[in-house]
T-cell receptor, first 111, second 117 residues
Framework: LAKTTQPISMDSYEGQEVNITCSHN???????ITWYQQFPSQGPRFIIQ???TKVTNEVASLFIPADRKSSTLSLPRVSLSDTAVYYCLVAEGDSSYKLIFGSGTRLLVRP | GAVVSQHPSWVICKSGTSVKIECRSLDFQATTMFWYRQFPKQSLMLMATSNEGSKATYEQGVEKDKFLINHASLTLSTLTVTSAHPEDSSFYIC?????????????FGQGTRLTVV
């Protein structure tokens, strides 16, 4: 069973900030939180990873509260090309962990 | 960044034949690779863990004799769908994790679309 729970879908408009929240109540001490993006007929693409507090890169921010039982992916000012499925995963941070995908969030960005 | 490449990107085969899909890590060595299957509008389902130099570990419900996995080198894993049937038509994706460091990242291939007719 997937360790995470996300909304099935979200709608947004171009230029808006989108926040996708993921629940992972049973996250383990060694688990990292990673978000992936997937376009149709492509493999998932890494977006961002974090362990606690806040992480920011050139495409997104990841907010993780102190209890680490949830996380929020923030996409600033989305564009039409951000329409995709977004997966939140938790897994141990070593080189051999296997990723179990949940249902993901299907984000639709409208003009 | 690290790249994982799959070949072919798509394949059409006749029912009853076998199809081999290759997964290569192009700029790093991967002792472990993973194979997923994805049906339309569904999430990725982990099929098996491919271990270099040893037998693959299959997830529950995945037939090891039907989905043969070989990981003969540190940069190549292959998935062979044997005696393919239309219900095996799906999108197959491999991944590999670059070893080392705390901040690890799994890299995914571009996927292989298999259509069995």
């Amino acid at each position: 069973l997937a360790k995470t729970t996300q909304p099935i879908s979200m709608d947004s408009y171009e230029g808006q900030e989108v926040n996708i929240t993921c629940s992972h109540n049973n996250i383990a001490t060694n688990d990292y939180i990673t978000w992936y993006q997937q376009f149709p007929s492509q493999g998932p693409r890494f977006i961002i990873q974090g362990y606690k507090t806040k992480v920011t890169n050139e495409v997104a921010s990841l907010f993780i509260p102190a209890d680490r039982k949830s996380s929020t992916l923030s996409l600033p000012r989305v564009s039409l090309s951000d329409t995709a499925v977004y997966y939140c995963l938790v897994a141990e941070g070593d080189s051999s962990y296997k990723l179990i995908f949940g249902s993901g969030t299907r984000l639709l960005v409208r003009p | 960044g690290a790249v994982v490449s799959q070949h072919p990107s798509w394949v059409i085969c006749k029912s009853g034949t076998s199809v081999k899909i290759e997964c290569r890590s192009l700029d790093f060595q991967a002792t472990t690779m993973f194979w997923y299957r994805q049906f339309p509008k569904q999430s990725l389902m982990l099929m098996a863990t491919s271990n270099e130099g040893s037998k693959a570990t299959y997830e529950q419900g995945v037939e090891k004799d039907k989905f043969l996995i070989n990981h003969a080198s540190l940069t190549l894993s292959t998935l062979t769908v044997t005696s393919a049937h239309p219900e095996d038509s799906s999108f197959y994706i491999c991944s590999a994790t670059r070893p080392g460091g705390e901040d690890t990242e799994a890299f995914f291939g571009q996927g292989t679309r298999l259509t069995v007719v």
